[in-house]
């Protein structure tokens, strides 16, 4: 089995191959500018996966997110679109791609994540769930095909932050620094105010 690559989206140039993969494997239709939205923002979230292979140099698998403050009070990440070529299914790509996104928004101090897929898509429904989401609420005649989505929430603890070790040895004052230090800490995030987009719009392994 080829090896496969993983990297940030790195510009417009990325953009058409984006587009085509999506297109091809999504039901749901996309316009450049909803592509645009998402990409122009939160370039650093969205993550492209190639075969090792250099006759084959477009992309397999693409994942869409963006950040944002979810009515000025949790910092919530939001994957709009994951697809997976159908030739390169069932090889983990799925999962790296969403994996790599959440510790992205991680480093930007995210708090939830939540995404739709529709909800007989169980291929999609069982990816996210290995990896912790949980089905927050169905979502009657979400899709312009009619069908339903479930809404997927993960929830990201903080996290703790120790500046010094506690070491055997260690004085008393020295432990009880050690522990006062500890505290939660996030790092400065990316996640910004916006009106333009809903959360509200967002198988087989590919899915929102």
Not at 3 to 13: K, V
Not at 60 to 85: E, T, W
Not at 116 to 130: G, I, K, R, V
Not at 189 to 205: G, K, P, V
Request: hydrophobic residues 35%; charged residues 25%.
């Amino acid at each position: 089995m080829s090896d496969i690559i993983y990297r940030q989206y790195a510009g417009e140039s990325d953009l058409p191959h984006v587009m085509a993969l999506v297109q091809n494997e999504l039901s749901e239709p996309y316009v450049i500018y909803t592509f645009r939205y998402f990409l122009h923002q939160w370039p650093h979230l969205s993550f492209l996966a190639y075969p090792s292979d250099p006759s084959n140099s477009a992309p397999i698998g693409v994942i869409v997110c963006k950040q944002s403050l979810h009515k000025d009070i949790a910092n919530r990440g939001y994957i709009a679109m994951l697809s997976v070529s159908k030739d390169w299914r069932k090889r983990g790509i799925g999962s790296t791609l969403v994996r790599n996104s959440i510790d992205a928004m991680k480093e930007d101090g995210v708090e939830e994540i939540i995404l739709e897929t529709e909800y007989d898509n169980h291929a999609a429904l069982s990816l996210y769930e290995s990896l912790g989401f949980i089905r927050e609420k169905r979502l009657h005649r979400f899709y312009l095909n009619g069908k339903d989505a479930f809404r997927l929430v993960l929830s990201v603890p903080p996290t703790l932050s120790d500046d010094s070790s506690d070491t055997a040895g260690s004085s008393p004052s020295s432990t009880s620094s050690s522990f006062g230090s500890r505290r939660h800490v996030h790092s400065p995030y990316r996640a910004i105010r916006i009106s333009a987009y809903s959360d509200d719009e967002d198988d087989d392994e590919s899915g929102r």
